[in-house]
């Protein structure tokens, strides 16, 4: 396999800062694995885990958390039911059918509004003839800085059913950024969110080079050809790793030359091995073992020449 090496002087940031993003056209790609790999190899990196909906880089890095934040983001109602008249108003506006009538005394109906139903449109609060009704900031999750064994980390945790993913990725990302400013750090490793929503463009936007993980099946081939196309439409160079290629050589081949023709780079690929899921197990990245699909990581983190 022939390497391909990308110098500093190719990304578009001129800041001294770099940041890489590995992202994944699907979930279970290897991507975190990687993640943590690289973040090993890397010299004095900062860690930011944006897969906020179901983050997991912290199962293989055991952070220390030294600062925890709240996220609030948009609004919930809340109906003071001292202060309710009864007259059902909010539940004819509510469009989102989150008003809901709980019983009935002799005195007045009793409305509370379902907290996981509520869209934060505020309709509700607008039209109240008896101003009965509160609109606080919703309270959406945590994000946390923590110490690792290779790195400070940020990385935060979104509450259930809860909203906005790709505003508190960009807390993640923009704590990162302070901490590599403020403690000199050169190199920023962001662990993203699979797919193309809106959390995975809030890792990407900006960043200087993406690593595409993908894997030699149908499914990988088509979500990879997605992904490249949400990389060329923001304008942000890529390379491309085929995890567990000897699966199906033939298809990782197909996938390379698709990258190829899209203009992505070819990182490396990474065959299948069974140690990894040994070394998840006692916490430890790839790299730190003695799994062989640890030589083929170094030669994609070599070949990115961060």
């Known amino acids: 396999m022939q390497k391909q090496a990308y110098s500093i002087g190719e990304y578009r940031d001129s800041t001294k800062i770099k940041e890489l993003v590995v992202i994944s056209g699907k979930g279970g790609t290897g991507k975190t694995s990687l993640t943590a790999s690289f973040a090993m190899l890397a010299d004095r990196p900062v860690l930011a885990d944006c897969d906020v909906d179901a983050a997991d880089l912290h199962l293989i890095l055991s952070p220390q958390v030294r600062e925890q934040s709240d996220f609030y983001s948009g609004h919930e109602a809340v109906i003071r039911e001292q202060d309710c008249s009864g007259c059902g108003i909010c539940q004819d506006y509510c469009r989102y059918d989150a008003v809901r009538l709980s019983e009935k005394d002799a005195r007045k109906p009793i409305y509370t509004i379902d907290p996981v139903s509520c869209e934060g449109c505020g309709v509700c609060v607008r039209f109240c003839p008896e101003q009965a009704i509160d609109f606080p900031e919703r309270l959406c999750g945590e994000w946390m800085i923590s110490d690792t064994r290779c790195g400070p980390m940020v990385h935060a945790r979104l509450g259930i059913a809860a909203e906005n993913s790709g505003k508190l990725v960009s807390t993640v990302r923009r704590e990162a950024r302070r901490i590599a400013e403020e403690k000199n750090h050169s190199l920023i490793i962001v662990d993203s969110p699979p797919g193309i929503g809106c959390p995975v463009i809030a890792s990407i936007t900006g960043a200087n080079h993406v690593l595409i993980v ?59 091995d069974p140690k990894i899921t040994e070394a998840q197990l006692r916490e430890r990245a790839a790299v730190e073992t003695d799994a062989p699909c640890a030589d083929d990581i170094q030669i994609i983190w070599e070949n990115l020449s961060l």
């Open 214 to 272: 993908t894997e030699p099946t149908v499914s990988g081939e088509h979500d990879l050809e997605r992904v490249l196309a949400l990389t060329k439409h923001f304008g942000i160079p890529a390379s491309i790793c085929v995890n567990k290629w000897d699966l199906n050589p033939e298809l990782a081949d197909r996938i390379e030359n698709k990258g190829r023709s899209a203009g992505a780079g070819i990182a490396g690929r990474v065959r299948y």
